[in-house]
């Protein structure tokens, strides 16, 4: 299994997470077609910079030619303004020369821009977590979260970018370490607050988190977002094969604490030893005959958003023979209450069966290959060393096609081919 681990010992922002990317090889490309993809009138500003001594990527976020000015905790601005937990307020009429963003028109940007649909789907669950924790934190409903002219682009860039990195870095999963989250204070839209500011303890919620003493707000309501819907758990280092790490850094530099957050990416260790591993599941079923066949497939859609492992339907004769469709969900044990909550509010049933098993899985890594079109990443599967199966990844095949009008079995051919003529060079 190909894993990330996130080193968050110096905090986390948007900014710093996308600089991590870059550094840990995502290609900056990809996130200047993802920031122009969106149409907002945006671009990245990408540079190297020094952190107490670390090189480190630095990524900037510029709205008509200039840095836009949404300060996040790990800036020179964190000391005399709003954190990153200000570029949102609840506003229940904003006024007419507001130029707030809603999470309904904000949905609306991402789901109309070109991005893949898996990064789409994985943008709008950080902002929908951002906007969650605003509204408990106000007692209103999330509709009602406006986020700064400004602010708004800013953190649409760092939100769907991180997801649009996150997926190109081909693992299996991201594991992140306890956040350091500072200390003092920091002005909010609201007055002046201990940190972390309330967003980011209600983002936090059920994560490790310390303060290693750093006056200072270290963690962000968007970096702690992102955490919060790319990390799959929190751990200490993870025993894997070191493959290459990357660092990006925030704005301010503090002598003797490198202001910089750590991607390192391996194979784990049971992956590198080629062995397949096994794991206990959750497997959820529902019967279904009276649904219509329209809902179907978006629960499917929905299942697999909110980090079902698979989900798939099955035609079955059932009583009074109805044709009707069996349900299967396969997911973490963790999420087993989750999606069960999800299958009854969003189909007709009124049981969800529930059981677990272990599955036993091939070691998995990625491979990227260019093709005429672009790059296309090559899930590999191997036992005892050996490979037993490829095959490019759909969504990357998807997008080329669309993008160059091609068709999409070519596109997965042309993949398939240029991995085999890598194979036959180093055999």
């Known amino acids: 299994m190909r894993i990330a681990y996130l080193e968050c010992f110096s905090g986390i922002s948007g900014d710093m997470f996308l600089g991590a990317l870059i550094d840990a090889g995502v290609s900056p490309k990809l996130l200047d077609e993802t920031v122009s993809a969106l149409g907002i009138g945006a671009h990245l500003k990408i540079s190297k910079v020094i952190r107490s001594g670390i090189s480190a990527t630095k990524v900037d976020v510029c709205v008509d030619g200039e840095i836009a000015d949404a300060p996040q905790a790990n800036s020179d601005h964190a000391h005399d303004h709003p954190s990153g937990h200000a570029h949102h307020h609840h506003e229940a009429a904003p006024a007419p020369h507001s130029h707030g963003r809603g999470l309904v028109e904000i949905r609306e940007i991402i789901g109309k821009s070109?991005?893949?649909?898996?990064?789409?789907?994985?943008?709008?669950?950080?902002?929908?977590?951002?906007?969650?924790?605003?509204?408990?934190?106000?007692?209103?409903?999330?509709?009602?979260?406006?986020?700064?002219?400004?602010?708004?682009?800013?953190?649409?860039?760092?939100?769907?970018?991180?997801?649009?990195?996150?997926?190109?870095?081909?693992?299996?999963?991201?594991?992140?370490?306890?956040?350091?989250?500072?200390?003092?204070?920091?002005?909010?839209?609201?007055?002046?607050?201990?940190?972390?500011?309330?967003?980011?303890?209600?983002?936090?919620?059920?994560?490790?988190?310390?303060?290693?003493?750093?006056?200072?707000?270290?963690?962000?309501?968007?970096?702690?977002?992102?955490?919060?819907?790319?990390?799959?758990?929190?751990?200490?280092?993870?025993?894997?094969?070191?493959?290459?790490?990357?660092?990006?850094?925030?704005?301010?530099?503090?002598?003797?604490?490198?202001?910089?957050?750590?991607?390192?990416?391996?194979?784990?260790?049971?992956?590198?030893?080629?062995?397949?591993?096994?794991?206990?599941?959750?497997?959820?079923?529902?019967?279904?005959?009276?649904?219509?066949p329209q809902v179907f497939g978006y629960v499917m859609d929905r299942l697999l958003a909110e980090g079902a492992l698979d989900a798939f339907g099955v035609p079955v004769q059932m009583k009074k023979n109805r044709p009707g469709t069996l349900l299967t969900v396969m997911c973490d044990p963790k999420d087993a209450n989750k999606l069960t909550q999800l299958i009854f509010t969003e189909t007709t049933t009124l049981g969800v069966r529930r059981r677990e098993e272990v599955r036993r899985t091939l070691a998995r890594r990625w491979q990227s290959v260019r093709t005429q079109w672009g790059e296309v990443r090559i899930k590999i599967a191997s036992m005892n060393g050996a490979v037993t199966n490829y095959a490019p990844e759909y969504e990357d095949c998807r997008q080329i096609a669309a993008e160059h009008h091609v068709p999409l079995k070519t596109v997965m051919q042309e993949a398939a081919r240029a991995y085999l003529g890598e194979v036959s060079k180093t055999a």
Do not use: W
């Open 114 to 292: 070109t991005v893949s649909a898996s990064a789409k789907d994985t943008a709008i669950r950080i902002f929908e977590a951002l906007g969650a924790a605003e509204a408990k934190i106000h007692n209103t409903p999330i509709e009602t979260i406006h986020f700064h002219e400004v602010g708004a682009v800013d953190a649409i860039v760092d939100i769907v970018c991180a997801a649009a990195g996150a997926h190109a870095l081909g693992v299996d999963e991201i594991i992140c370490s306890p956040l350091n989250i500072g200390g003092g204070s920091v002005k909010c839209a609201h007055g002046i607050f201990p940190v972390p500011a309330p967003a980011t303890v209600e983002l936090l919620r059920d994560a490790p988190v310390y303060s290693s003493g750093v006056q200072a707000e270290l963690v962000t309501p968007t970096g702690a977002a992102i955490v919060k819907v790319l990390a799959h758990r929190f751990a200490s280092f993870p025993a894997m094969k070191l493959e290459k790490s990357g660092y990006g850094a925030g704005s301010r530099d503090t002598a003797g604490h490198p202001n910089v957050v750590r991607l390192t990416i391996g194979e784990a260790e049971s992956a590198s030893a080629g062995e397949t591993t096994a794991e206990t599941i959750a497997v959820l079923e529902a019967n279904l005959d009276d649904m219509n």
